[in-house]
């Protein structure tokens, strides 16, 4: 089930690259100053084209609830494995929200494309960056600290 889960949206993206090189090169490898590109970009391969818009979505819904249960699994485990300290309480705390809204921020970013609404889309990437980073630096000195 892990490895499905984990697999899903990478054999999505995949899938989408393939589809866009194979049934829309010329649109999806386009640019606006006419530099040749072999390859699309990410948001075109994935979001300007059916069927590969539905697929990329289809995978991230599905891959979505285990994302957010993990979340709360890492929550349990770090509430576990640390100090009863407030600090670190605190810091799974601030992890875990961090986690939750990247979920959320993938969603959005995936459902919503910079077509169909520009500002949602950048806010949602920027979120989904910022917030992917920050959860995964904590993570690391979270489990660090716990290892001394």
């Known amino acids: 089930m892990a490895v499905v889960t984990v697999l899903m949206?990478?054999?999505?993206?995949?899938?989408?690259i393939y589809l866009s090189l194979r049934y829309n090169f010329d649109l999806s490898t386009a640019t606006h100053c006419g530099v040749p590109n072999y390859l699309p970009s990410i948001s075109s391969a994935i979001g300007e084209f059916v069927p590969q818009r539905y697929i990329w979505r289809f995978a991230i819904a599905i891959h979505s609830a285990p994302r957010f249960l993990l979340a709360f699994m890492y929550y349990s485990f770090m509430?576990?494995?640390?100090?009863?300290?407030?600090?670190?309480?605190?810091?799974?705390?601030?992890?875990?929200?961090?986690?939750?809204?990247?979920?959320?921020?993938?969603?959005f970013l995936s459902f919503v494309s910079s077509k169909e609404n520009y500002d949602i889309h950048k806010v949602s990437f920027i979120l989904f960056m910022v917030c992917s980073e920050l959860y995964m630096v904590l993570t690391c000195l979270l489990l660090k600290e716990n290892k001394e």
């Not at 949206?9 to 989408?16: E, K, S, Y």
């Not at 309480?89 to 921020?105: M, P, S, W, Y």
């Open 9 to 16: 949206p990478l054999g999505a993206f995949l899938t989408c």
């Open 79 to 107: 509430n576990r494995i640390l100090p009863n300290i407030t600090f670190y309480k605190n810091a799974v705390k601030i992890t875990t929200c961090l986690n939750v809204i990247e979920n959320i921020a993938l969603i």
